[in-house]
């Protein structure tokens, strides 16, 4: 209820001053404090039911609101990277997430590790215990920054924390042994190592699993009365009540799409960890996910693999634990490379499994290639010096780098979901 009155108001604060780009009237402001500040105007008459909520209900949805202002204008002057931003809609009350963060008041995790308290939502029993991020507070090793309330497609609700955590720098468990990850789809990773092991980890394609499931209940859903009527005459789309049967399925919809999700962060929170912790330097491939999620045939399966969160989690995952992430060219031949004698075949079809060299007659798994010819890659660059992040280390880098460091992005706040 709270979150959707959050977008209420997010709607209400924007109609009451109008999307700015559309406007020939001077630019409005619309900073966060600005927002607050007509909001605060203006409640009382178009939302006289303000008092019943957290303020936080407004407020995180007029910092959303704001974000996205700032994003669209970024945008529109050229100002931001990756795909353009459009213009800032007003949400549907039943399609927005529930969310609603709270940065001010009571937020508390409870030492008895099983309840949390939240403003205006009193204490909470969770279903996940608390006990690692209890433990880490009651000994000053974090502090809690805010909370966010959200509520996931199968219906549950989540407690997030964000919170300042203070790190012991970790050491790999092999500072100095490379690795080479070379990211697929029939493997979602194959690990070769410098030393010559191999490691195989099978790609669980939980979305392909499910979609014979989520096949079955979609069926469902269009046979039953939705909430939107499409007329063919006039192209029109009106609005009803859902029927009951409709919303049964909706939810099973819901908890498959929530099933896949939470199954597929697992698997790879699990591998980005064992790499990151396990070796002195890690060399993926810089590849250009937003391209090859264009390929039509294999897009569906390179989204499910979630490439660009591998690359992503690894990046923080390293620094954590004092490891090296080193990104290979997009255009080094990886897999065209002899990891033998170092011949480079001139093509090789994506269909060819076995890598089979034509100069010293190597006959090699193609993945496992491609990954001993990333481990030899950080050669290059040198080990890190040891102890010590090895990211700082002095990389003597050559004008085109085939492999450079990855860049540093900083770690996100550590966050631990409670489910609730
Ligand atoms: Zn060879």
């Known amino acids: 209820m709270r979150c959707i009155r959050a977008n209420w108001a997010q709607r209400q604060a924007e109609e009451s001053y109008g999307i700015p780009e559309a ?35 407004y407020s995180s949805g007029l910092a959303c609101a ?11 002057r050229g100002q931001r990277k990756g795909a353009r931003v459009g213009r800032p809609r007003i949400k549907r009350k039943h399609r927005g997430v529930r969310s609603c963060r709270f940065n001010t008041g009571t937020i508390r995790v409870e030492v008895d590790r099983h309840h949390v308290t939240l403003p205006r939502l009193g204490t909470i029993r969770t279903h996940e215990s608390t006990c690692k991020l209890e433990r880490r507070l009651a ?13 996931e497609s199968d219906g549950r609700w989540f407690a997030a924390f964000q919170v300042e955590a ?13 690795a080479g990850m070379d990211l697929g789809v029939r493997y979602l990773a194959v690990v070769a190592d410098a030393r010559g092991q191999v490691r195989y980890v099978e790609n669980p394609r939980h979305l392909g699993r499910a979609l014979g499931k989520l096949r079955r209940v979609n069926r469902q859903l269009a046979r039953r009365q939705g909430p939107a009527v499409y007329d063919p005459a006039t192209g029109r789309v009106t609005r009803r009540a859902p029927s009951r049967g409709w919303q049964e399925a909706a939810k099973t919809a819901g908890r498959a799409h929530a099933g896949v999700r939470h199954l597929r962060t697992d698997t790879i929170h699990k591998l980005t960890t064992s790499i990151a912790a396990g070796y002195g330097q ?4 810089d590849l250009n996910v937003a391209g090859m999620l264009r390929h039509g045939r294999l897009a569906r399966y390179i989204a ?8 992503r989690q ?9 490891s090296q992430l080193l990104l290979a060219s997009r255009w080094y031949p990886s897999s065209k490379t002899c990891s033998g004698c170092g011949a480079v075949k001139a093509k090789l079809p994506l269909s060819a499994r076995v890598f089979t060299c034509a100069t010293c007659g190597l006959v090699l798994d193609r993945d496992r290639n491609a990954a001993t010819n990333l481990a030899a890659l950080a050669a290059a660059v040198g080990a890190p010096e040891w102890p010590g992040p090895g990211r700082e280390g002095a990389l003597n880098m050559p004008a085109e780098p085939i492999v450079r460091p990855a860049a540093m992005t900083p770690a996100p706040p550590e966050q631990a979901g409670r489910r609730r």
Do not use: C, M
């Open 23 to 57: 406007e020939l009237t001077p630019w409005r402001d619309w900073s966060l404090p600005s927002l607050r500040r007509q909001w605060n105007q203006v409640k009382r008459e178009i939302a006289p039911w303000w008092a019943e909520n957290s303020k936080e209900a």
């Open 66 to 76: 704001a974000r996205a202002f700032d994003s669209y204008a970024a945008s529109r």
């Open 139 to 151: 000994s000053g090793r974090a502090r809690i920054l805010s909370a966010t309330v959200r509520q």
């Open 166 to 178: 203070r790190r012991e720098p970790g050491k790999p468990s092999r500072p100095r042994v490379a």
């Open 282 to 285: 890690v060399v993926i491939e």
């Open 304 to 311: 499910d693999a979630s490439f660009g969160q591998i690359r």
């Open 314 to 322: 690894l990046a923080y995952k390293t620094t954590w634990h004092g």
